[in-house]
C-alpha cells in the first residue's frame, strides 16, 4: 500500500513537541504576549500531529515543515540574540534540557516530513506505532518534568559577553505573594514603601536589577532591559574612538573634564529612537591619551523636550532625560563646533562662541560599572537640567543616596564610571554635589562648596567639577621627572617655597582648565629638595584679562595676573624661561624681560586655609583687579 515514509514519526515528534510547549504557557504567564506565542505554538503542533496520525496526506508536509520550522527558528534565535519585539524575550538565553529537548523534537518533525514531501508515496507496509511512540515518550516525559521544577528568569546573571549564565532563579519583581502588575503598573496600587530604591549601583557583570520601582510597567521594564543589553552587545562598534572619528563622530572638545564626547549630528535628525547602532553621541573616559568607552549618549530629534510623552513613557520612572541649555559653542581651526565653556549668570556666552544646543533631549546606557545605575548622567555641571530638580532626579548619585533608605552596596573607589561592588553594608555614601556645605576642606575629591554667599547652584557645580577633575587627574604629575617628560620646565622659584614648572605650549593651546594639559604645576619644596605636587596653576590664553576670564566659581574663584616678574629670555622662543627679578606693579624691568600678564588660577590639591582656590601669599599673590578683597575662603578652608 502506498504511503508517506516518515509522516507517523513526524507526526509523533509534533505532538511530543506542542506538549512541552503547553506545559510552559503558565511558566510565561507574566509576559501576556509570549504565552499568548506558546498557545499558538502549542495547538498547531498538535493539531498539525494529530492531522499526520489519522489523516496522513501530502499536503500536511509543506505545513508540518512550516510550523515545526518556524519553532525550532525562534528558539535558535532566542539563544543567540533574542527576539527584541517579543516581550519576554529581548536577551539571548542559555540552552535549557526542556527547550532543547523540544527543539530536537521540532526538529526530527520538520526534517522528517520534508524529507517524505521530497521523496513522495511509496509502497510500505503498516508502521507499528508502539516502539516510535514509547521513544518519543521517554523524551517528553523528562523535558515536561524539567520544565515544570525551572522558574523561567528575565533577569538573570549575564557574562561579561551578554550570555545567560545563570537563568534557573526566580524572576523577582517583589514578594513571591505580590502579582507582578500590582508592583509594576502604570498607576500602582501598592504603597510607596514597598518599592524598592532607583537607582541603584549597577554592574554589566553582574545580574540585572531594574525590578520593583515605582511607577514603572511591566512593559517600561521590559523596554528599558532590553536597551541596556542591547547598548551592551552593540556599542563596543566603537571602543577604539578612531573608529568612531572614521565613521563621521566628531568630537565636541570637552575631554578636560574627564570625559570626551564624540557627535554625529546627522543622526540626531533620523528617524531612529534609541538605537545603539546608530548612536547619536558615544562618551570616552578620558585618561591621558588613552580613550576609554563607556556610555552612549542617546539624542532625541531637535524640538522634542525633556518631558514629551514620546520620552518619558519609555521607560517610565527608570529614565531621567536632560538637556544642556548652559553650553557655549565655537568652530575649532577644522571649523568644527567644540564646546568653549559655560554661559555666565546672566546666560551669556564669552565673545566669539554663541549658546546652542539647550533644548535637545539626551540619556545616557553606560556598558560599565556606575554607582549611579545604567541610565546615570554625569556629574558636576556634567549633569545638565531635567524638568525636575536635581533632588528628584533619578539620574544623579546625590538623588540616588537620598532616595535610598539602605545602600545595596558598598561603594569600594570614588569614581562612579570604575565603581566595584562589595557585599551590602550600611556604610554611608561618599559626599556629592548635594550634600551640605562642609566647612573642612578634608583634602577629598568630591567636597561640598556650598555656604558661600553670593555664589549661585551653577557657579558651586562648576567650581566643585574642577575641584574634583583636578584633585583626580592632577596626580600623574606627581613626580617633577614626569613633569620634565611632558615639557614642562621649572621657573627657578624654589627659593620662594614652592617651584613652579610650566608647559609654555599649553597657554595658548584649545585647552582651559583641564587637568590633562594645566599649564603650570606647583611642587612644594621641602627638607632635602623633595617636591611634592600641591597645586595647579591653570593659565588662560593671550586672548584674555582679569575682566573676561571664564566664570568658574563666581565669588567661590579668584584669578589674578603677575605683572611685574621679569624673566631671563622669551620661552614662547626658547621653550624655557626662569624668574630674574621683580619690578613694581606695571613698572619695567631693568634686567631681562616682561611676559604677556596671562590670569591664573590655583587649584589645590591639599587643603588651605584660605580654601582650595586660594592664590599664594606675598610676591606669589600677584594682583587681582583693581579695588577687590583678596579671597580668603575660611569656609572651605583648613586649619
Known amino acids: 500500500m502506498k504511503r508517506l515514509p516518515g509522516i507517523v514519526i513526524a507526526g509523533l515528534a509534533s505532538i511530543a513537541a506542542g506538549a512541552i510547549h503547553g506545559g510552559a504557557i503558565g511558566l510565561h504567564a507574566e509576559h501576556p504576549q509570549l504565552a499568548r506565542i506558546f498557545i499558538v505554538v502549542t495547538l498547531a503542533q498538535l493539531a498539525w500531529g494529530l492531522s499526520a496520525l489519522l489523516r496522513p496526506q501530502q499536503w500536511l508536509l509543506p505545513v508540518g515543515v512550516l510550523i515545526n520550522g518556524a519553532a525550532v527558528g525562534g528558539w535558535i534565535a532566542t539563544r543567540i540574540v533574542g527576539i527584541s519585539w517579543i516581550d519576554g524575550l529581548e536577551v539571548r538565553e542559555s540552552p535549557q534540557l526542556a527547550d532543547?529537548?523540544?527543539?530536537?523534537?521540532?526538529?526530527?518533525?520538520?526534517?522528517?516530513?520534508?524529507?517524505?514531501?521530497?521523496?513522495?508515496?511509496?509502497?510500505?507496509?503498516?508502521?507499528?506505532?508502539?516502539?516510535?511512540?514509547?521513544?518519543?515518550?521517554?523524551?517528553?516525559?523528562?523535558?515536561?518534568?524539567?520544565?515544570?521544577?525551572?522558574?523561567?528568569?528575565?533577569?538573570?546573571?549575564?557574562?561579561?559577553?551578554?550570555?545567560?549564565?545563570?537563568?534557573?532563579?526566580?524572576?523577582?519583581?517583589?514578594?513571591?505573594?505580590?502579582?507582578?502588575e500590582q508592583i509594576v503598573s502604570e498607576t500602582p496600587t501598592t504603597p510607596a514603601s514597598t518599592f524598592a530604591a532607583w537607582p541603584r549601583p549597577y554592574d554589566p557583570d553582574l545580574p540585572?536589577?531594574?525590578?520593583?520601582?515605582?511607577?514603572?510597567?511591566?512593559?517600561?521594564?521590559?523596554?528599558?532591559?532590553?536597551?541596556?543589553?542591547?547598548?551592551?552587545?552593540e556599542l563596543p562598534t566603537w571602543a577604539d574612538y578612531q573608529t568612531a572619528l572614521a565613521g563621521g563622530w566628531q568630537s565636541i572638545g570637552d575631554g578636560s573634564t574627564g570625559f570626551e564626547h564624540f557627535i554625529k549630528r546627522e543622526l540626531i535628525q533620523d528617524d531612529k529612537f534609541l538605537d545603539p547602532t546608530a548612536p547619536e553621541a558615544l562618551v570616552y573616559k578620558v585618561e591621558g591619551a588613552k580613550r576609554t568607552l563607556v556610555s552612549v549618549m542617546f539624542i532625541a530629534k531637535t524640538g522634542v523636550t525633556v518631558d514629551d510623552p514620546s520620552l518619558t513613557d519609555y521607560a517610565g520612572g527608570l529614565i531621567q532625560w536632560h538637556s544642556h541649555d548652559n553650553l557655549c559653542w565655537r568652530n575649532n581651526a577644522q571649523g568644527v563646533p567644540v564646546i568653549s565653556g559655560l554661559t555666565d549668570g546672566a546666560g551669556n556666552c564669552p565673545a566669539g562662541s554663541v549658546r546652542a544646543g539647550g533644548n535637545n533631549a539626551m540619556v545616557h546606557v553606560w556598558i560599565t560599572p556606575h554607582l549611579c545605575g545604567p541610565f546615570a548622567a554625569l556629574e558636576g555641571a556634567g549633569a545638565g537640567r531635567s524638568n525636575v530638580s536635581d533632588s528628584e532626579r533619578v539620574d544623579l548619585c546625590g538623588a540616588a543616596h537620598q532616595h535610598s533608605t539602605s545602600a545595596p552596596t558598598t561603594v569600594v573607589t570614588t569614581d562612579p564610571t570604575i565603581t566595584t561592588f562589595a557585599p551590602a553594608t550600611t556604610v554611608a555614601p561618599a559626599p556629592t554635589t548635594t550634600a551640605a556645605p562642609?566647612?573642612?576642606?578634608?583634602?577629598?575629591?568630591r567636597i561640598s562648596l556650598g555656604g558661600f554667599p553670593g555664589v549661585t547652584a551653577d557657579q558651586q557645580a562648576r567650581a566643585e567639577d574642577l575641584l574634583y577633575r583636578t584633585r583626580e587627574k592632577l596626580k600623574k604629575f606627581a613626580l617633577t621627572q614626569t613633569a620634565l617628560d611632558n615639557g614642562f620646565t621649572s621657573i627657578q622659584d624654589a627659593g620662594t617655597g614652592v617651584e613652579h614648572y610650566i608647559n609654555w605650549s599649553y597657554i595658548n593651546d584649545d585647552h582651559e582648565l583641564d587637568p590633562n594639559y594645566p599649564e603650570s604645576l606647583v611642587y612644594q619644596v621641602g627638607a632635602?629638595?623633595?617636591?611634592?605636587?600641591?597645586?595647579?596653576?591653570?593659565?588662560?590664553?593671550?586672548?584674555?584679562?582679569?575682566?573676561t576670564v571664564p566664570d568658574v566659581g563666581g565669588a567661590l574663584t579668584q584669578w589674578h595676573i603677575h605683572n611685574n616678574l621679569c624673566f631671563d629670555q622669551d620661552p614662547y622662543v626658547t621653550g624655557s624661561t626662569r624668574v630674574v627679578g621683580v619690578t613694581s606693579e606695571n613698572g619695567p624691568c631693568s634686567f631681562g624681560i616682561k611676559l604677556n600678564p596671562n590670569p591664573m588660577l590655583h587649584v589645590w590639591l591639599v587643603p588651605q586655609k584660605c580654601g582650595p582656590f586660594a592664590a599664594l601669599e606675598g610676591v606669589g599673590a600677584g594682583q587681582v583687579i583693581a579695588g577687590e578683597s583678596r579671597l580668603c575662603d575660611e569656609a572651605h578652608g583648613h586649619g
Open 438 to 445: 562642609s566647612f573642612n576642606d578634608t583634602g577629598a575629591s
Open 208 to 233: 540585572l536589577d531594574i525590578s520593583n520601582v515605582a511607577n514603572v510597567s511591566a512593559e517600561q521594564e521590559s523596554r528599558a532591559k532590553a536597551l541596556i543589553k542591547s547598548t551592551q552587545r
Open 528 to 547: 632635602g629638595g623633595k617636591r611634592t605636587l600641591v597645586s595647579a596653576m591653570y593659565m588662560v590664553g593671550d586672548e584674555y584679562e582679569l575682566a
Open 100 to 180: 532543547s529537548l523540544c527543539a530536537g523534537l521540532g526538529i526530527v518533525a520538520a526534517t522528517v516530513a520534508l524529507a517524505a514531501l521530497l521523496v513522495g508515496e511509496r509502497e510500505l507496509p503498516q508502521v507499528r506505532l508502539a516502539l516510535p511512540s514509547f521513544a518519543i515518550l521517554l523524551l517528553t516525559l523528562p523535558a515536561m518534568w524539567n520544565g515544570a521544577a525551572h522558574v523561567h528568569n528575565h533577569a538573570a546573571t549575564f557574562d561579561a559577553a551578554g550570555n545567560v549564565i545563570n537563568e534557573a532563579q526566580p524572576h523577582d519583581h517583589g514578594t513571591a505573594t505580590t502579582p507582578v
